[in-house]
């Protein structure tokens, strides 16, 4: 593990990136923070309105000014998760930092990630995304108009080499929530 203890999730939607990171966040002892909420609270919208009024790549530049100014505090996040209303103790040095499917994929962003802490990829079949995906209509980066298997197929083989650059990858398949996580506190001790 890098010298600094923040574990980053990354992989694509339906991964389980939250719910794993939250289950590891209270084995560890380490404080919990979800990008994708924090990038809400900043804007004071939902992530579909952002795509919706302002389009993805504003959405996009949003995510990589949030991990700039993760990456300057990266020894105190609490910094900046206490000014956008995260919980987490002040006190407590060590994050859980769970980031939207997308954010590795652009703008260098899997660069700075590793530079902010230990990047762990949720790697699961594109079969298990889409079926646990599929009954939601907030996932704008997948079409207007619904969404099939080969269209997450295409998009995850399309991200892989971003997320091939994580530091460690945890295949999640046949995985509970909660087996992930022990899996990735082997890792990191
Ligand atoms: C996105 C994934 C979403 C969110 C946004 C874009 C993507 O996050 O950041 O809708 O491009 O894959 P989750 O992976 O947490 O669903």
Same mark, same amino acid.
């Given at each position: 593990?890098? !010298?600094?203890?923040? #574990?980053? $999730?990354?992989?694509?939607?339906?991964?389980?990136? =939250?719910?794993?990171?939250?289950?590891?966040?209270?084995?560890?002892?380490?404080?919990?923070?979800? $990008?994708?909420?924090?990038?809400?609270? *900043?804007?004071?919208?939902?992530?579909?309105?952002?795509? *919706?009024? *302002?389009?993805?790549?504003?959405? !996009?530049?949003?995510?990589?000014? /949030?991990?700039?100014?993760?990456?300057?505090?990266? &020894?105190?996040?609490?910094?900046?998760?206490?000014?956008?209303?995260?919980?987490? %103790?002040?006190?407590? *040095?060590?994050?859980?930092? %769970? &980031?939207?499917?997308?954010?590795?994929?652009?703008?260098?962003?899997?660069? @700075? @990630?590793?530079?902010?802490? &230990? =990047?762990?990829?949720?790697?699961?079949?594109?079969? =298990? #995304?889409?079926? !646990?995906?599929?009954? +939601?209509?907030? !996932?704008?980066?997948?079409?207007?108009?619904?969404? =099939? +298997?080969? &269209?997450?197929?295409?998009?995850?083989?399309?991200?892989?080499k971003f997320y091939g650059q994580a530091d460690i990858i945890i295949y999640t398949e046949g995985l509970t929530a909660a087996a992930a996580a022990e899996e990735i506190g /082997?890792?990191?001790?």
């Amino acid at each position: 593990m890098k !010298r600094n203890t923040n #574990i980053i $999730l990354i992989g694509f939607m339906g991964a389980g990136k =939250t719910e794993v990171g939250k289950i590891l966040a209270g084995n560890k002892g380490f404080n919990f923070i979800d $990008l994708d909420c924090l990038i809400e609270k *900043k804007e004071g919208t939902a992530i579909t309105d952002i795509f *919706k009024k *302002k389009g993805e790549n504003y959405f !996009r530049n949003l995510e990589t000014e /949030i991990l700039k100014e993760l990456y300057k505090n990266k &020894t105190d996040i609490y910094k900046i998760a206490g000014k956008y209303g995260q919980i987490g %103790s002040k006190e407590n *040095k060590n994050w859980v930092i %769970s &980031t939207g499917g997308g954010m590795p994929a652009f703008n260098g962003n899997i660069e @700075l @990630l590793k530079n902010i802490g &230990t =990047t762990i990829y949720l790697k699961a079949d594109a079969k =298990t #995304i889409y079926g !646990r995906i599929k009954s +939601e209509v907030h !996932r704008p980066v997948l079409g207007e108009n619904g969404f =099939t +298997e080969a &269209t997450v197929a295409e998009k995850l083989k399309e991200r892989e080499k971003f997320y091939g650059q994580a530091d460690i990858i945890i295949y999640t398949e046949g995985l509970t929530a909660a087996a992930a996580a022990e899996e990735i506190g /082997i890792f990191i001790n």
